[in-house]
């Protein structure tokens, strides 16, 4: 039997078992997926037991997609530009990380039809999504990528990677035709203290649950086409599953009513 875990810390709220075990079941898989919550500490002796053929992949969420990075052999060419491993898999003798993020956003607007080509873009927040989201929007060939982040001095790393980026000071809004809310604000229904005074654009916000954040609620009214970062979830999940089980699962109704 094929054993698959998430892991991190916390990792309660992960949905990613009811995903993967649905996937696991509908394609007739031996397997079975389930998160663990782990201290930095016992990073080493999980990614060992990948080694050793005990399990047969790892997916990385919050506080461990940098933390992982030690302790494995190669990185794909997103993690490594990213600095960020949600997906581990052996191949050959090697313990691979990489970063199906930045294939889940991508696909997740497709699959909304949202298209960023020759498009100027507006993120909002410096946390850990934020370069895999950059790196996406790139790949797709947005036209300007602007950032913002309360505290300045972690877009200016964020910058050191992605030269092509512009800073925006904190409280200025840029034109734009889309903007993301990477930020967790909204988690806890808290609200960021940004006036938008636009309709026609396309608001973002990375957070699912709630379905409509606060930043999603006013920019509806306004008349602003909004999407949350479900889709991408799901795709991440998808992509990690089709490196694993060399099958692509199916994203039918189903699936999209798993993810509340
Ligand atoms: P992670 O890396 O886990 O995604 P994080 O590093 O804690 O999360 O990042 C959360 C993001 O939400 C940061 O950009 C944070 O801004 P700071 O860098 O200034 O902390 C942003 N954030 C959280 N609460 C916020 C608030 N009340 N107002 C504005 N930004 C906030």
């Not at 608001?203 to 954040?213: A, L, W």
């Amino acid at each position: 039997m094929k054993k698959f875990f998430v892991i991190g810390n916390p990792i309660n709220h992960s949905l990613s078992p009811e995903l993967h075990n649905f996937w696991l079941k509908e394609n007739g898989i031996n397997g079975s997926y389930s998160k663990v919550k782990l201290e930095e500490g016992d990073l080493k002796n999980f990614i060992q037991k990948l080694r050793k053929d005990e399990i047969h992949g790892i997916n990385v969420t919050i506080p461990f997609k940098n933390k992982v990075i030690k302790y494995l052999d190669k990185l794909s060419l997103e993690a490594e530009k990213t600095g960020s491993v949600n997906t581990i898999y052996k191949n050959n003798q090697d313990i691979i990380g990489h970063n199906t993020d930045v294939a889940g956003f991508e696909l997740g607007l497709r699959h909304s039809k949202i298209n960023v080509l020759g498009k100027s873009t507006f993120i909002i927040g410096a946390g850990g999504v934020v370069p895999s989201i950059i790196y996406s929007l790139l790949n797709m060939g947005c036209k300007k990528i602007m950032l913002t982040n309360r505290t300045i001095e972690k877009t200016e790393e964020i910058k050191k990677i992605f030269k092509e980026i512009k800073i925006i000071k904190w409280g200025e809004i840029p034109d734009f035709d889309i903007v993301i809310n990477a930020t967790s604000v909204g988690l806890k229904g808290d609200i960021l203290k940004l006036d938008f005074a636009v309709k026609n654009k396309i608001f973002y916000d990375v957070i699912y649950n709630p379905k409509e954040t606060e930043f999603l609620k006013n920019a509806k009214i306004k008349g602003n086409k909004i999407e949350n970062g479900k889709l991408m979830f799901i795709y991440q999940a998808n992509q990690s599953f089709s490196i694993w089980n060399n099958i692509i699962p199916e994203i039918g109704e189903k699936v999209l009513k798993i993810i509340p």
